[in-house]
């Protein structure tokens, strides 16, 4: 098993940045592809992020693709989300995930999650 924290969340102003860390214990942090995903109220959880066990390649929904930068350290066990320019409707709780070394993209595909971050918007 692999436990995750996530931290970094708070509240921004539009066009602002947050940088989000996951820190991961437990299992081998390596063999892992690492998720980010994110859910506002009344929405489901959707795919933000993902990165593979080397830290290559990456991937990201369209709607963050050329302002979020996904990350990781894997001597420090420790994946990073890169938030800029960031807009009202980024607004939700990050959480990060992971399953094994395959990249999802669903998060009912994914088996272990942090307790997430808030991360709020204003406009």
């Known amino acids: 098993q692999v436990q995750l924290v996530e931290s970094g969340g708070g509240l921004v102003q539009t066009g602002g940045s947050l940088r989000l860390s996951c820190a991961a214990s437990?299992?081998?942090?390596?063999?892992?592809?690492m998720h980010w995903f994110r859910q506002a109220p009344g929405k489901e959880r959707e795919f933000v992020a993902a990165?593979?066990?080397?830290?290559?390649?990456?991937y990201y929904a369209d709607s963050v693709k050329g302002r979020f930068t996904i990350s990781r350290d894997n001597a420090k066990n420790t994946m990073y989300l890169q938030m800029n320019s960031l807009k009202p409707e980024d607004t939700a709780v990050y959480y990060c995930?992971?399953?094994?070394?395959?990249?999802?993209?669903?998060?009912?595909?994914?088996?272990?999650w942090g307790q997430g971050t808030q991360v709020t918007v204003s406009s």
């Open positions: 995930a992971t399953r094994s070394s395959f990249i999802y993209n669903t998060a009912r595909s994914l088996d272990y």
């Open positions: 437990g299992r081998t942090f390596s063999i892992y592809a």
């Open positions: 990165i593979a066990r080397s830290g290559g390649p990456t």
